[in-house]
């Protein structure tokens, strides 16, 4: 069975620190996407970035960057020079392909992310 | 905003009775899937629609059914509610169905509380 596991299940920062979250996920499968969401207070998930199983290069979008490690079996994400608009729980989820028809998300547990001023 | 809208936001009602959560897609997709976020479990995926037809099923109650509309609406309906089916439960849509990565869209959720 597909899993997503997020360790750390709260992290408190200082603004301008940054921050690393952590996931590990189990997939017995050659081909996966694995996805990062936000979800910030107001509640909505917000999709920030997908990212396949054969493509191992390390993405960076302005503050954001995603480091994914098959060796590992990982796809961390780091904040940097955090912001309080940071502040949210953050998901990291696996794609599972179903009976070739369908898909579904496999959802790691979150990680509380709290910045303070 | 993702395009995809849920319909009611918050939901309050009694043990025992029985809701139906209203989504529709952004304009141009065909899937619509259907999630659970609870303190207990997690965000849990609960069932997908293609299309009209049923393709994907997850940890979905008996008690709970889905079914996706000629117009592609998707209504999630909740039966003989528990206590614990209190939760926020999400709609998602994509274009496809089978294609492993496809980005679904999330809703804004429906927040149903039992009391």
């Known amino acids: 069975a597909q899993k997503v596991t997020q360790a750390q299940t709260e992290i408190s920062v200082v603004e301008k620190e940054d921050v690393t979250l952590d996931c590990v996920y189990e997939?017995?499968?050659?081909?996966?996407?694995l996805f990062w969401y936000k979800q910030p207070p107001s509640g909505e998930l917000v999709f920030l970035i997908r990212?396949?199983?054969?493509?191992?290069q390390n993405e960076i979008s302005g503050r954001y960057s995603w480091n994914f490690q098959k060796s590992t079996s990982s796809f961390n994400f780091t904040i940097t020079a955090s912001q309080v608009v940071d502040s949210a729980v953050y998901f990291c989820?696996?794609?599972?392909?179903?009976?070739?028809?369908?898909?579904?998300?496999?959802f790691g547990g979150g990680t509380r992310l709290m910045v303070k001023p | 905003d993702s395009g995809v809208t849920q319909t009611p936001k918050h939901l309050i009602t009694a043990t025992g009775q029985r809701v139906t959560l209203r989504c529709s897609p952004r304009?141009?997709?065909?899937?619509v899937y259907w999630y659970q976020q609870s303190l207990d479990q997690g965000l849990q995926f609960l069932i997908q629609?293609?299309?009209?037809?049923?393709?994907a099923k997850g940890n979905i109650l008996e008690r709970f059914s889905a079914q996706q509309f000629p117009d592609l609406h998707s209504e999630l309906n909740l039966s003989s509610l528990e206590l614990g089916d209190s939760a926020l439960y999400f709609c998602?849509?994509?274009?496809?169905?089978?294609?492993?990565?496809?980005?679904?869209?999330f809703g804004p959720g429906t927040r149903l509380t039992v009391l």
């Open positions: 629609y293609y299309n009209g037809e049923e393709r």
């Open positions: 989820a696996l794609s599972d392909l179903v009976n070739n028809a369908g898909n579904m998300l496999t």
């Open positions: 997939t017995r499968d050659t081909t996966y996407y």
């Open positions: 998602a849509s994509s274009v496809d169905s089978g294609a492993l990565g496809n980005e679904q869209f």
């Open positions: 304009s141009g997709d065909l899937s």
């Open positions: 990212r396949n199983s054969f493509d191992e």
